[in-house]
């Protein structure tokens, strides 16, 4: 009797496994209509240096700001004629299945900061004194000028909201497709009477040259304002970009997928930027890469980002996404200064 119950449990075990792997399978293909995002997003900014604190003789001394900003995003993707992964992986279903969408998102931002001077100056140059030549004589010495404290001045706070929408038309039928999107940001700076807006309209198009590859064009123009008391700046900017996008088999269960976009603009010395996204897909429900942006040529020492993302499907409704990034250490008119970041978030598919 105790080998029937051993048999039958050895039989049932894998058919109810299998049934099970079934069931993800078929839910994994299963078209779905809508994508609500929810995510948080937190960078800090640090930059150092140095001021003179004396003249007689020269002394500097450190200093060093620290600026946070935190973020919290909220979307919605409506796929109007349905989307789903097929054999691909589930966290590029909209691409893969050519799905045609309309997009909305809210951004809501706010960051702070503080600034910390070194204790002590450091660095005293030269010795002995200034020495002045002046007649009559004897020289007239440079007299020593009274003791100066640092004031320890906070980066002014910050607000910003922004709203976009977006939208991407896919002719199945022959492959092309056309997107654009349009974007508004408004921002305000505490203690500055200062405030920033912008808008950013882009328009494109494209064609897959494969299964799941495509090529795109695009044109980005950008509109700012800047207030500052009574002064008022504005600033406007067109930029081309060149997007390739390409997923693809790498044996067993494996797959990859290369994401490159070439942007260029001239504009204060910067002629634009190379943005390059790797991912590894070792089965359909994760996704972990690399991205890399950086200029191609600048006037400023902008620095390269460098980040790394994972995402998990929990179950083929639900993703589970996360990403870090860093500047490499900038160093512009004596300034040190350096980014990093992190960034979780849900997605659900109905």
Not at 25 to 34: H, L
Not at 173 to 189: K, L, Q
């Amino acid at each position: 009797m105790k080998i029937v119950r051993t048999c039958r449990a050895a039989f049932v075990g894998p058919l109810f496994v299998g049934g099970l792997l079934t069931t993800t399978a078929a839910a994994a293909a299963e078209p779905f209509t809508f994508e609500l995002d929810a995510a948080y997003d937190h960078s800090e900014f640090t930059s150092s240096g140095e001021v003179i604190v004396g003249l007689n003789p020269i002394q500097r001394q450190s200093f060093r700001t620290v600026s946070d900003d935190d973020s919290t995003r909220l979307s919605a993707v409506w796929y109007y004629n349905g989307a789903d992964a097929g054999d691909g992986p589930l966290s590029r279903a909209g691409f893969t299945s050519r799905a045609s969408s309309l997009g909305l998102s809210f951004t809501d931002s706010d960051g702070g900061g503080v600034t910390a001077f070194s204790v002590a100056p450091i660095g005293v140059i030269p010795d002995p004194p200034i020495v002045v030549p002046s007649l009559p004589e004897p020289p007239i010495f440079l007299p020593d000028p009274p003791p100066f404290t640092p004031i320890a001045f906070d980066p002014p706070s910050t607000d910003s909201t922004q709203v976009s929408l977006d939208a991407r038309h896919v002719f199945k039928s022959t492959g092309w497709y056309v997107f654009g999107s349009a974007s508004y940001d408004d921002s305000d700076t505490g203690g500055l009477d200062s405030s920033a807006e912008s808008t950013r309209l882009l328009a494109g198009f494209g064609r897959y040259v494969g299964k799941t590859t495509s090529l795109d064009l695009a044109v980005l123009h950008v509109d700012s304002e800047l207030q500052f008391g009574l002064t008022e700046f504005s600033d406007s900017t067109t930029e081309w970009l060149l997007g390739l996008t390409h997923i693809a088999d790498w044996g067993g269960n494996w797959q990859y997928g290369v994401d490159l976009a070439i942007s260029t603009v001239e504009r204060f010395g910067n002629d634009g930027s190379v943005s390059l996204r790797g991912s590894l897909y070792p089965n359909r429900s994760v996704a972990v890469g690399l991205d890399v942006v950086t200029s191609i040529e600048s006037a400023l020492d902008e620095g390269t980002r460098y980040g790394a993302f994972v995402s998990w499907f929990a179950t083929p409704r639900l993703e589970l996404f996360a990403e870090v990034s860093t500047i490499e250490p900038l160093s512009n008119l004596g300034l040190k200064s350096e980014e990093d970041s992190y960034g979780i978030g849900i997605r659900l598919r109905l």
